[in-house]
């Protein structure tokens, strides 16, 4: 009898064991997912792909808008766009939708083929420390992402003269003469030239949202130039902006409501800007 109460009590052990180990591994009792939630709003640089840190010039990043399942950001060297769709019911499920990218073309685009192949395995994610892990459907981590610290801004750094070098990504080259934007901040006013013609308006912010811009009443003169597909995609843009950031060379990005670049601006001395 003894012998058997031990080997009763021997079994009961390793039952109680194989039951704890089962529910730490399923969270047993707990009613959650063992995968933590992840707040994916705002951006996020990518600093891994398939495994291999990414060191670029131009770092690829991810910005989820959340309301508007929208994706956003930067493959290495164009811009990328699509959706993205979290499953609600079971915690490290995502998936993304029409990803696409435009067409610049760079140096080397090694890194952005990485980027955009790695996004179409995306089926999950889990948390990696304070970073992200982005798996594919067999669990495996594609991308690691890592939350970029957001930059106080305010729009009195856009105060002055701005040349325009780039309107989505494309350089402005072969115009007229260099197409500009002169912020007057204190009245809300802006004017400069599209690359022909005399450009003026004004601008307004969201309040509270100090990287919020938007022109409006923007008006023009009406004379032709050779080229003027620069001064209409120019002017196409402009209507488009609805927020700014300032990069760490100083340099300013108008974006859309996508969060994509739409203008690029580099700041001019007082004695290169238009009267």
Known sequence: MIKIKKEKQVMNKKYFAAAALACALMSCGTGKNSVAVVDFTGEWNIVEVNGEK????NAPFLGFDKDGHRLYGNAGCNRLMGSFELDTLNAGKVKFGQVAATR???PDMTLEQNVL???????????V?????????EGKPV?????????EVSVNDLNGAWEIVSVKGNPVREVEKQPQLVFNVAEKRVHGNASCNTINGSFTQEEGQAASLRFSQMISTMMACPNM?????????????????????GTVSLLGADGAEVLSLKKLAETEAEA
């Open 143 to 151: 991308i690691l992402l890592q939350k970029r610290e957001v930059a």
């Open 229 to 249: 597909d620069v001064e209409s995609s120019i002017l196409k843009a402009l209507d488009e902006v609805r927020s700014f950031e300032i990069k760490a060379d």
């Open 129 to 137: 420390g304070e970073d992200v892990a982005l798996n594919d459907a």
């Open 104 to 106: 610049m073309m760079c």
């Open 54 to 57: 990414v060191s670029a010039e």
């Open 117 to 127: 192949e790695a996004l179409n395995k995306v089926a999950g994610y889990e948390t």
